[in-house]
């Protein structure tokens, strides 16, 4: 039961250019949605976050949009660098207790 | 703030040995979290812990694996009769009270089962 879906296992953009990660989920219960980025060997790193009342949190380069009527949210990042290229994930809090439950990913590949 | 801490960064065992982790939460980080992270996948919750108490285990946290959080600091993870299918990334998270809903990563300990 995969409450949280990334249906892009990858994507490859321009630097300079948009990127658009997407994601999908099930339970319309989430309070928060949250984007993390991976690099390899290190742990999850937070980029921004998003409240279940709201549809759009912009941060630097980086807005997340929310649509909860399609239970869809994207991450939209402008411009697109090198040093962006990384696995991005799409996480929901869950309950009291505030645990997180992550898609499965997208990598993010930027070419100069 | 030296972030979260996580120790050993790599272990390997063979199967049928125990094992320990180590996790290290941000000070004064009152909520800690263990997660088990397999290739391809995302992050999948194991359990949760407020100041020393446990309150949440995840379905995939078998009668092999036990966590501790004794003095709400420090938590270890043990995993007793370690098999092949125990092999991934234990990552280990804090966050506080305050406003924002974000937890902190550690480096996770990727563990191999021979």
């Known amino acids: 039961d995969q409450q949280v879906k990334q249906n892009s296992p990858s994507l490859s953009v321009q630097e300079g250019r948009i990127s658009i990660l997407n994601c999908d989920y099930t339970?319309?219960?989430?309070?928060?949605f949250l984007w993390y980025k991976k690099y390899p060997a290190e742990g999850p790193t937070f980029l921004i976050s998003?409240?279940?009342?709201?549809d759009k949190n912009e941060d630097g380069r980086f807005t997340v949009f929310l649509n909860k009527s399609a239970k869809h949210l994207s991450l939209h990042i402008v411009p697109s660098q090198p040093g962006d290229s990384a696995v991005y994930f799409c996480?929901?809090?869950?309950?009291?207790?505030?645990?997180?439950?992550f898609g499965q990913g997208t990598t993010l590949q930027v070419k100069p | 703030d030296t972030g979260v801490s996580q120790d050993p960064r790599h272990k390997i065992t063979k199967r049928g040995q125990n094992v320990t982790f180590r996790c290290d939460p941000i000070?004064?980080?009152?909520?800690l979290y263990w997660y088990r992270q397999t290739l391809g996948q995302g992050p999948e919750f194991l359990t949760y812990?407020?100041?020393?108490?446990?309150?949440?285990k995840s379905r995939l946290l078998s009668d092999r694996f036990s966590a501790e959080r004794p003095k709400g600091s420090f938590s270890t993870l043990e995993i007793q009769r370690t098999e092949q299918g125990d092999s991934a990334m234990y990552l280990c998270?804090?966050?506080?009270?305050?406003?924002?809903?974000?937890?902190?990563f550690g480096p996770g300990t990727r563990l191999t089962v021979l």
């Open positions: 339970n319309s219960m989430f309070d928060y």
């Open positions: 996480a929901a809090l869950s309950g009291n207790t505030g645990k997180l439950i």
């Open positions: 000070s004064e980080h009152n909520r």
């Open positions: 812990f407020q100041n020393e108490a446990q309150l949440e």
């Open positions: 998003i409240s279940s009342i709201k």
């Open positions: 998270a804090s966050t506080g009270q305050g406003p924002g809903v974000e937890q902190f």
